[in-house]
DNA sequence: TGCTTATTTCATTTTTTTTTGAAATGAATG
DNA sequence: CATTCATTTCAAAAAAAAATGAAATAAGCA
């Protein structure tokens, strides 16, 4: 019993759109903290944006805080993470100096971005890794150099279909 | 300094072919240490894995815990993990009681495999979220009506574009 | 410029995840 | 069927990841 829950229960008896505003709400957060964190990233992160991404208007870094239950350095932290991933931009508010955030609803984009910035990457570095297991290739017997070179190739399609499919992944989102 | 060591180093002076054997041993391990952790799978598995894939021989768990320098509880579940997910097989070796095993290593098999058990479930309880949001959609003026259900239309459209594309990708990995 | 408020940074704490190790279970062999 | 060896299980320990909170910095305003 007493599962973490996914968002603080902390709501008062208001008027029924408001309580179904917030229930939304707390759909959104538990469903992009689940999205997010299949990505690797931090429930922190899920939660601010699954609160903007049914948000009608942009919200400053502290109310985010304070409506998620979650401290001002967690909060800068994530929007930090967004920002980088174009998944939040931020909106100017005439008369509060404050930066107001709202939500990039353009998954495409949004998934584009994740597979440059946090798979490519990898990927490069992959290919060093594979050309470093050539020269360390044990010659031996032809046959069994063949098994080893089998491997080496193997790795090679693997990365190099990677390095193609992933990015045609996200142009074929058409949402 | 002293960055945590992907792998044992406990290398013994031995022949030429033999101390390449294990450089190939340790960077296929490197390898598949960063893709399983891509993949949000624990260290030993990968280990493992990359253990298995440069052997010509399978392996049985014992000789995987003592190589590789983990302990045989590490050892029982990473195959575990790996046999649910058919990236390891078993061999039968004449005279000895215990499991052998060895790397599956057609790629578009596993992910197909990691893509069924491991996104699919997500998938499906994703819709089901969905569906709970629009029972909490806050009836108000039919211009902010518009604002939610475009938004929860793109969350269906998202989630059902991942249900065929994912399954697509692994068979457009010819590997 | 000096003051106020917003934001970032980062050492410390908390939480979560992974590994260990030892006991329990299971399975083959003599 | 008893013994030995292989494997699993799981509570406890260790390690890794994330969140906190307070000090430092930055940024707007008067």
């Given at each position: 019993?007493?599962?973490?829950?996914?968002?603080?229960?902390?709501?008062?008896?208001?008027?029924?759109?408001?309580?179904?505003?917030?229930?939304?709400?707390?759909?959104?957060?538990?469903?992009?903290?689940?999205?997010?964190?299949?990505?690797?990233?931090?429930?922190?992160v899920?939660?601010?944006?699954?609160?903007?991404?049914?948000?009608?208007?942009?919200?400053?870094?502290?109310?985010?805080?304070?409506?998620?239950?979650?401290?001002?350095?967690?909060a800068s932290q994530g929007l930090r993470t967004l920002r980088s991933l174009?998944?939040v931009?931020?909106?100017?508010?005439?008369?509060?100096?404050?930066?107001?955030?709202?939500?990039?609803?353009?998954?495409?984009?949004?998934?584009?971005?994740?597979?440059?910035?946090?798979?490519?990457?990898?990927?490069?570095?992959?290919?060093?890794?594979?050309?470093?297991?050539?020269?360390?290739?044990?010659?031996?017997?032809?046959?069994?150099?063949?098994?080893?070179?089998?491997?080496?190739?193997?790795?090679?399609?693997?990365?190099?279909?990677?390095?193609?499919?992933?990015?045609?992944?996200?142009?074929?989102?058409?949402?």
């Open positions: 019993m007493n599962e973490r829950m996914t968002v603080p229960a902390n709501l008062q008896a208001e008027s029924n759109t408001t309580i179904n505003a917030r229930n939304l709400e707390l759909e959104s957060i538990d469903f992009f903290v689940r999205l997010m964190s299949m990505l690797g990233m931090p429930r922190s899920g939660e601010i944006y699954g609160l903007l991404y049914f948000s009608k208007d942009s919200l400053p870094m502290d109310q985010i805080a304070s409506r998620l239950g979650i401290s001002i350095g967690s174009k998944a931009r931020t909106a100017y508010v005439a008369g509060d100096r404050r930066d107001h955030y709202f939500a990039e609803t353009e998954f495409r984009r949004l998934f584009s971005n994740f597979i440059k910035d946090e798979i490519m990457p990898h990927l490069d570095s992959a290919k060093d890794r594979i050309s470093r297991m050539e020269k360390s290739l044990p010659e031996q017997s032809p046959e069994e150099d063949e098994f080893y070179a089998v491997r080496i190739e193997k790795l090679r399609r693997l990365t190099k279909a990677g390095g193609r499919l992933l990015p045609a992944l996200a142009g074929l989102l058409k949402l």
